[in-house]
């Protein structure tokens, strides 16, 4: 078993939907991540969590620490939000451990 | 302010070829990381390092060598290169956030 198991694999929603993606990881981590991966590779980090909830934007990203499981979530979905999204956990040796990534494709 | 440079972009290797694929921080990250993605498939994490002269393996280590010698550098040698090291290489360094290069894609026939 991963690590660090991200739902779904793969999501296609119209334009404007409210997005869910979700990470559930098992071990005991100091931090958590969340990156995006665009069509021509380049690896972006969106945010970093330990606690609580950020927002940037039309993202949202919350983290329960004791239920080791965080979501990103995206409001008002845009073509241009078609990407890989990535989870990735900070463990106490700092190792950065990622899942398998959320493949998002919104359609016009 | 760079963040983080990674060389070259793209290489052919032949097989039992060796190379060097170079990654630079300028923003003095003691933690770096060397990463390889294959086709579909998500980054598993070759070797990283958590500060100057400290480097440990990650999950797929074999076929490969690193060093920190500065906290700015740290380089991927490949030794006796095979197909099966075909991928894309990403370097990152992380203090907070983590910064990622712009990847290396490695062809080994």
């Given at each position: 078993?991963?690590?660090?198991?991200?739902?779904?694999?793969?999501?296609?929603?119209?334009?404007?939907?409210?997005?869910?993606?979700?990470?559930?990881?098992?071990?005991?981590?100091?931090?958590l991540?969340?990156?995006?991966?665009?069509?021509?590779?380049?690896?972006?980090?969106?945010?970093?969590l330990?606690?609580?909830?950020?927002?940037?934007?039309?993202?949202?990203?919350t983290i329960?620490?004791?239920?080791?499981?965080s979501?990103?979530?995206?409001?008002?979905?845009?073509?241009?939000?078609?990407?890989?999204?990535?989870?990735?956990?900070?463990?106490?040796?700092?190792?950065?451990?990622?899942?398998?990534?959320?493949?998002?494709?919104?359609?016009? | 302010?760079?963040?983080?440079?990674?060389?070259?972009?793209?290489?052919?290797?032949?097989?039992?070829?060796?190379?060097?694929?170079?990654?630079?921080?300028?923003?003095?990250?003691?933690?770096?990381?060397?990463?390889?993605?294959?086709?579909?498939?998500?980054?598993?994490?070759?070797?990283?390092?958590?500060?100057?002269?400290?480097?440990?393996?990650?999950?797929?280590?074999?076929?490969?060598?690193?060093?920190?010698?500065?906290?700015?550098?740290?380089?991927?040698?490949?030794?006796?290169?095979?197909?099966?090291?075909?991928?894309?290489?990403?370097?990152?360094?992380?203090?907070?956030?983590?910064?990622?290069?712009?990847?290396?894609?490695?062809?080994?026939?």
């Open positions: 078993k991963n690590e660090v198991e991200q739902s779904p694999q793969n999501l296609t929603a119209q334009e404007g939907e409210f997005i869910t993606i979700n990470c559930s990881y098992s071990v005991g981590i100091s931090a991540h969340w990156l995006q991966q665009h069509p021509g590779g380049g690896i972006v980090s969106l945010f970093m330990s606690s609580g909830k950020k927002k940037h934007g039309r993202l949202i990203a329960n620490i004791q239920e080791k499981h979501s990103l979530h995206i409001t008002a979905s845009h073509p241009r939000d078609s990407a890989v999204y990535i989870c990735a956990v900070r463990t106490g040796n700092e190792k950065l451990t990622f899942g398998t990534g959320t493949r998002l494709t919104i359609i016009p | 302010n760079a963040g983080v440079t990674q060389t070259p972009k793209f290489r052919i290797l032949k097989i039992g070829q060796s190379m060097t694929l170079q990654c630079t921080q300028d923003m003095n990250h003691n933690y770096m990381y060397w990463y390889r993605q294959d086709p579909g498939m998500g980054l598993k994490l070759i070797y990283y390092s958590v500060g100057a002269g400290i480097t440990d393996k990650g999950e797929v280590p074999n076929g490969y060598n690193v060093s920190r010698s500065t906290t700015e550098d740290f380089p991927l040698r490949l030794e006796l290169a095979a197909p099966s090291q075909t991928s894309v290489y990403f370097c990152a360094s992380s203090w907070t956030e983590a910064f990622f290069g712009q990847g290396t894609r490695l062809t080994v026939v």
